[in-house]
């Protein structure tokens, strides 16, 4: 229950232990050309999406280097740790970075975001993180979108993408980054980007040095038949994203969009039961981590620690400024109604342990009813 | 038989199928400190070995950015694909690129680097390919560090680490950048390089920008205990990697060595046995990949896709200007005599299909005496 990497579907794992296949061969080109097709859908876009062997950290690094010349000035949302890295990444490639910074747990002002890029002239792009795993808090893109028209908009969705709806094509996003680690339902190694039209255009006035994550080389690999990447692929988790996008798709992506949205209206539920606060906005847009202050004066690692090794279950602490205030509740990827009344009554369990006043099972009590009310009950 | 990715041993593959675990907990970090140890051993070295989520290219691309500011002058030598690829790579960053070049299969000239060092002022660092997956041949890099001793070292090892002896600190080797789909038995998608306290120093000088590979922020989180990497790892394939490490360390890294120079030499017996002719030198330097000529007036994309589909066996072809020339077997990883036999018979059957004059057996028979007299047959 931590968020990502993530639980992985059995099937997927099953698939990790098949022989290694060459990249350059028939049988892989296959199922290449599939996991491409796949990942559009879930995109929800026609843009071309490149796969790298690399974490979302590097595939975003590649969209700096593909987009920008150095000096380039470059609006960044900064609600959470995420925000923070895209920060102090754009200044280590030599951006002129406008930071507009929340604190964390507050969604970014599109309105003020609007306004930013009216009053600054010569701004190129602007990037926000679709769902914070630093905090649970799920930026509303869609407006983020809108209020950037103008400019090139990059949208970090490495823990967001396949949890919560990111309609890239309807509203407008240019780039969009992700990872495989987390509601794509893959181990960690892969990393993806999709660009845009206007997006393209931008990197071919880009002068950055780049090698690895060069879009240029990915277009050109990618335009073959049956599509490839320029450098050797991870062919294994390749084949493991293949047979999780199919599962993905065959639920449904907006029934996976469903799902996500009541897991974490359960998780509030169960956690205001349970008398703590949330962090964060109680609204249904944030449906891939659910985070909760811990009571005053208590440690969350301490909290985290003993539903690790009393009851198994490993949620996560908080990260920068809320180390300790806070612990956070992962359901982006493959997680059912059962994940979140578990982790709310080893919560409640590890409460009761550690002397906060607690009445077991009105946590739990209060996840059942959202579950119940929707007619979901696994 | 194809020069990577390579076949992986069976409990490797097997380990591709465990639960993903979380890369924060002590569980993986027990796994990392292990892998870690162990790579040290196979690379033998004491120096920081950093892992990336990356293809071998990746990690290149990192010790350029890490090492290097705009318009340094580095020495590259490029006899094949991969020394082409750095050359290119190195002039991608802004590098004052100076290029030795030689003809694909002759190996480098250790005594002209030295005296283009001597010549050429202000030259910072010298790269070399161990293995040139391209054509087979090998460098002598224990010349090549000689020759280049008084500047920095980079040695590209990706199809060579674990297969061609590279005694990284006995030579002076200062940087080896590797990746984990070939002599070390592990799925694409690890991307690997040493540093040395001299390259750290010269790293510290660098003004290149860079994140993603950033030694600085690696140095930083494997000072952690345990050990961490700054970015989400690939954690399923490094759980794989250290089965792999385990099983290489349990024979032995010299009898791997050993090993590998047999099935080198057991496969140029076979080459020649067949009356084809070697490509690049007939020496032991050779372990990882045999590639010779095809008969004149045939496509050598013909044999290996006849080979493939009459006999189930991958060979690779020749890249850039030996395209449809050369046929290369690859012999790095986990391979026995067996799998050198079954090749060479193979071949011999698929050039008789071609109309190739042939007796079928001199060049398997030839290849066995190889191993005969060794007194391995397995």
């Known amino acids: 229950m931590s968020p990502g990497p993530t639980p992985i579907p059995p099937e997927v794992s099953a698939a990790g232990a098949l022989p290694i296949i060459h ?23 026609e843009n071309d999406i490149f796969t790298y062997a690399a974490s979302g950290t590097g595939a975003f690094e590649g969209a700096i280097q593909n987009l920008f010349s150095p000096g380039d000035k470059v609006l960044v949302v900064n609600n959470g740790n995420f925000g923070n890295r895209w920060v102090k990444m754009s200044r280590a490639f030599g ?37 914070e795993t ?129 897991l974490g209206r359960a998780s509030r539920a169960g956690i205001k039961g349970m008398g703590l606060k949330l962090f964060g906005p109680d609204e249904d847009l944030n449906s891939a981590v659910t985070a909760a202050w811990v009571p005053d004066g208590m440690d969350s690692k301490a909290l985290v620690r003993l539903m690790f090794r009393e009851h198994g279950i490993q949620v996560a602490g908080g990260q920068g400024p809320m180390e300790g205030r806070i612990f956070r509740i992962g359901h982006c990827g493959y997680f059912d109604s059962y994940d979140i009344i578990a982790t709310i009554a080893a919560a409640e369990l590890a409460l009761e342990s550690l002397d906060y006043p607690i009445e077991l099972g009105n946590g739990v009590g209060a996840a059942q009813r959202v579950f119940s009310k929707s007619g979901v009950t696994a």
């Not at 869609?142 to 709806?165: K, L, M, N, Q, Y």
């Not at 335009?223 to 988790?237: D, E, M």
């Open 23 to 45: 990249h350059r061969t028939p049988e892989f080109g296959e199922v290449f050309t599939r996991v491409n097709e796949n990942l559009k859908r879930v995109f929800l876009t």
């Open 134 to 262: 630093s905090t649970g808090t799920v930026n509303d893109i869609e407006g983020f979108a809108r209020a950037t028209e103008d400019v090139v908009t990059i949208i970090d969705a490495v823990s967001g993408i396949g949890a919560c709806p990111l309609r890239t094509d309807e509203w407008g996003v240019d780039v969009v980054v992700a990872g495989s680690q987390k509601a794509l339902m893959t181990p960690p190694g892969l990393g993806f980007v999709s660009v845009s039209e206007r997006a393209m255009r931008m990197h071919e006035e880009s002068r950055m040095p780049r090698f690895y994550f060069d879009w240029t080389a990915a277009k050109k690999a990618y335009a073959k038949t049956p599509p490839q990447t320029p450098w050797t692929p991870a062919v294994s988790i390749i084949i493991q994203l293949d047979i999780a996008l199919q599962q993905l798709l065959a639920e449904g992506l907006e029934e996976v969009f469903q799902r996500h949205i009541l």
């Open 95 to 131: 951006l002129e970075a406008i930071e507009l910074k929340y604190d964390w747990g507050v969604k970014a002002d599109n309105d003020e975001i609007a306004d930013t890029l009216a009053r600054e002239p010569g701004i190129k792009a602007a990037v926000c993180v679709l769902s």
